[in-house]
């Protein structure tokens, strides 16, 4: 990137990838937390710092919407009951939230924050989170999954969205 570009403002495209990037590094961050007990000041400032924009041997990471991120983690802990229940409600009376995937989870906690405290389009919602869960499952059928889950959570928090 050269000097110029990095002083002018993100084009809508660059907007839309770093708001894409902030939700799977939210849904990274939700997992962390879980796994390590980290606070959320610690894991925020963590991603922030070491993770957003970083490269390493294996690529680069994009730049991450900040402010997204932030938010979307923010409410995801802060209404983590009322998503649960909601998922809860989504899911298979056979598979509460606590049995399924640690990283299903965190990514059904993090899309259900952005679908009940954000003003997203439900379907952005839906297509973002999917495209989530296909980074983290690409040979799997996790992706269906999420898909009638979050339309299920979709339909309920934001039926006028359809």
């Avoid at 849904?27 to 070491?50: D, N, P, W, Y």
């Avoid at 952005?114 to 992706?143: C, L, Y």
């Amino acid at each position: 990137m050269t000097e110029s570009k990095s002083a002018a403002k993100p084009s809508n495209a660059e907007k839309k990838q770093m708001r894409s990037a902030a939700r799977l590094y939210a849904v990274q961050a939700l997992f962390q937390m879980e796994v390590s007990g980290q606070t959320i000041k610690a894991v925020c400032r963590e991603f922030e710092t070491h993770r957003f924009g970083a490269t390493y041997d294996e690529g680069e990471f994009v730049e991450g919407d900040v402010d997204h991120f932030r938010a979307l983690v923010d409410h995801a802990v802060n209404f983590q009951a009322l998503v649960d229940q909601m998922t809860d409600r989504a899911l298979v009376a056979k598979w509460p939230i606590d049995r399924i995937d640690p990283v299903l989870r965190a990514l059904f906690r993090a899309a259900g924050a952005e679908m009940t405290q954000m003003a997203t389009p439900p379907k952005v919602v839906i297509t973002e989170f999917v495209d989530v869960a296909k980074a983290f499952f690409p040979e799997g059928k996790e992706s269906k999954f999420v898909n009638a889950v979050l339309d299920h959570m979709a339909h309920e928090a934001k039926p006028e969205g359809f």
